[in-house]
T-cell receptor, first 117, second 111 residues
Framework: GAGVSQSPRYKVAKRGQDVALRCDPI?????LFWYQQALGQGPEFLTY????????KSGLPSDRFFAERPEGSVSTLKIQRTQQEDSAVYLC???????????????FGPGTRLTVT | AQSVSQHNHHVILSEAASLELGCNYS??????LFWYVQYPGQHLQLLLK??????LVKGIKGFEAEFIKSKFSFNLRKPSVQWSDTAEYFC?????????FGAGTTVTVRA
């Protein structure tokens, strides 16, 4: 596709439910990022993949959060036993390749707005 | 880790006015700097970026930004705004491979 796509665009979950958020990066992009954007804030880093390898998951807020990218393309962010504080927009971004200088542009998807009631 | 501060939370101005949004990051060394824009109902898009070279960077839609290393700043400017510039603007800096974002500035341009 032309850009990064994410689904669903909106998700309402009852507290305690599990959710799965999907990201389709731009074809050929090696690097994939997940960010969390709370209301009125900028995006905050959650995790980073290079191909299928999860190289950094330091931003995941708890062990209820889990991300995977098994074939180095599509990625899924899973949140188990959702809590109200998980309500946010979850953004996916992809890039051709990220070196240690972060010198490649990240392309963002439209995000998934998660509301936990 | 890098932190980014944006000085204005909400800016309201009239068409044809000049715009300047402040951005400061926390520490030096080699940095890559970005301004992203999010128009209502749309996803984050890159306005401009600085990697090296000329500290005055020109981006899309008439925006420019100036990197001042001594001040750890990367302020965004536009000489004459249009109603269509109404959006949220985010400054970001690379923290190794990931981006650290400011909290964003909402810009409202009155016709």
């Amino acid at each position: 596709g032309a850009g990064v796509s994410q689904s669903p665009r909106y998700k309402v979950a009852k507290r305690g439910q599990d959710v799965a958020l999907r990201c389709d990066p731009i074809s050929g992009h090696v690097s994939l990022f997940w960010y969390q954007q709370a209301l009125g804030q900028g995006p905050e880093f959650l995790t980073y993949f290079q191909n299928e390898a999860q190289l950094d998951k330091s931003g995941l807020p708890s062990d209820r959060f889990f991300a995977e990218r098994p074939e180095g393309s599509v990625s899924t962010l899973k949140i188990q036993r959702t809590q109200q504080e998980d309500s946010a927009v979850y953004l996916c971004a992809s890039s051709l390749l990220i070196g240690d200088r972060g010198s490649h542009e990240q392309y963002f998807g439209p995000g998934t707005r998660l509301t936990v009631t | 880790a890098q932190s980014v501060s944006q000085h204005n939370h909400h800016v309201i101005l009239s068409e044809a006015a000049s715009l300047e949004l402040g951005c400061n990051y926390s520490y030096g060394g080699t940095v890559n700097l970005f301004w992203y824009v999010q128009y209502p109902g749309q996803h984050l898009q890159l306005l401009l970026k600085y990697f090296s070279g000329d500290p005055l960077v020109k981006g899309i839609k008439g925006f420019e930004a100036e990197f001042i290393k001594s001040k750890f700043s990367f302020n965004l400017r536009k000489p004459s705004v249009q109603w269509s510039d109404t959006a949220e603007y985010f400054c970001a800096v690379n923290d190794d491979y990931k981006l650290s974002f400011g909290a964003g500035t909402t810009v409202t341009v009155r016709a």
